[in-house]
């Protein structure tokens, strides 16, 4: 299952921004998000991680309704989206921020260190019920779907 997925903010790291998130499944679908961020803070990069958590929530509904399985296998999800900072986190650096208590190897705390727990809390529930997750980055102009669902997000 391919999720597109990115996030928005309109002025971003000011004390009036505003961020939301968009998770693109299929034209039309209703499981398609466009959500603004409702707590904590209000970032661009933040809008991508919960933008992630919000479709591995979905995946692991259907999960639940069993739409992952399919005669003995498990289909995959692949998480597709434009931040760099999202998929060298979730490929490379929570496991390592994670043993090192939020920290990184310098001893520095992590921004956004509790969303990408929760992101990472999602992804190993799925991938422990033989459902594989990947994150796949793809330039932004190939992320328009998702793209447009965050920015309408801050719009509304």
């Known amino acids: 299952m391919a999720i597109y997925i990115d996030g ?19 034209c039309g679908s209703n499981l398609n998000v466009s959500a603004p961020l409702t707590d904590g803070p209000q970032t661009n990069q933040r809008a991508e991680i919960r933008a992630a958590i919000a479709a591995l ?29 999202v998929t060298n986190a979730m490929t490379n650096w929570v496991g390592k921020w994670s043993k090192n208590g939020g920290k990184t190897s310098e001893g520095k705390s992590v921004a956004n260190i509790a969303d990408f727990l929760e992101l990472e809390r999602h992804v190993l529930f799925l991938e ?5 997750v990947k994150f796949w980055r ?3 102009s190939e992320n328009t779907c998702a793209d447009g669902l965050a920015k309408q997000a801050i719009t509304l």
Do not use: W
């Open 138 to 140: 793809v330039p932004r």
């Open 57 to 85: 929530k979905i995946v692991r509904q259907l999960f639940y309704e069993g739409e992952f399985r399919q005669m003995g296998h498990r289909k995959g999800v692949v998480l597709i989206l434009d931040s760099a900072y």
């Open 128 to 132: 422990n019920n033989r459902v594989p």
């Open 8 to 26: 928005a903010c309109y002025s971003n790291r000011t004390s009036h921004a505003r961020a939301g998130m968009g998770v693109f499944i299929c």
